[in-house]
């Protein structure tokens, strides 16, 4: 049913090889690791594609500069930090381009349902020390990545290898609703 899921998507590259390279692994620590760096290239095409709707539709904000001069050297806070102020300004907007992206910015504004992948990864994000409250909207959800990517990548705090290879489903799970819930690069 995922792989069907999968296709049905269309993903945009690099996106859809980044996660056929992770599942391909034996190891579900090579999974683990794949799919994060999925997430983050998920986030940056997101980010990407609603900083270059803002630009083309000329919109600007303090914050929108703070953000962008934050990609010098960008983590995925920055990505997520880009994504969320780029939506903030595209929603006020009545712009052809703005309009384009509707489907992906009510997306981000959605309540996440009771059940989904979304809420199975937020629950395992808030099984880690220093966890924010639970989200109640999808992008909620995706604010919560950098405190995942921080508190579980094997490069930054140890949790455990068992904690990492538990966590590949929800990654894979709540990879594949975020982007059947929000059109990475607009209509």
């Keep these: 049913m995922l792989d069907v899921r999968l296709a049905r998507l269309g993903l945009p590259l690099p996106l859809e090889p980044a996660i056929g390279r992770a599942l391909m692994h034996r190891e579900r620590a090579a ?20 900083w ?5 539709a ?11 001069a934050k990609l010098e050297r960008p983590s995925l806070g ?17 712009h052809a381009v703005a309009r384009a992206f509707r489907t992906t910015l009510d997306g981000l504004e959605a309540q996440l349902p009771a059940e989904c992948g979304l809420r199975t990864l937020v629950a395992r994000i808030a099984e880690l020390d220093g966890a924010l409250p ?24 140890d949790v455990g290898p ?8 929800p990654l ?6 975020f982007c059947e819930r929000v059109p990475l690069v607009g209509a």
């Design 31 to 50: 999974q683990h690791e794949g799919l994060v760096v999925a997430w983050e290239l998920a986030v940056r095409i997101l980010a990407g594609s609603l």
């Design 52 to 56: 270059a709707a803002c630009r083309h």
């Design 58 to 68: 000329h919109l600007s904000s303090s914050a929108l500069e703070r953000a962008t």
């Design 78 to 94: 920055h990505w997520v930090e880009l994504a969320r102020t780029c939506a903030s300004l595209l929603r006020e907007s009545d």
């Design 134 to 157: 639970r989200p109640r909207r999808v992008q909620e959800a995706l604010d919560q990545l950098p405190h995942y990517r921080n508190q579980a990548q094997s490069t930054h705090k």
């Design 162 to 169: 068992a904690f990492r290879e538990a966590s590949v489903e």
């Design 172 to 177: 894979l799970q709540g990879l594949v609703d």
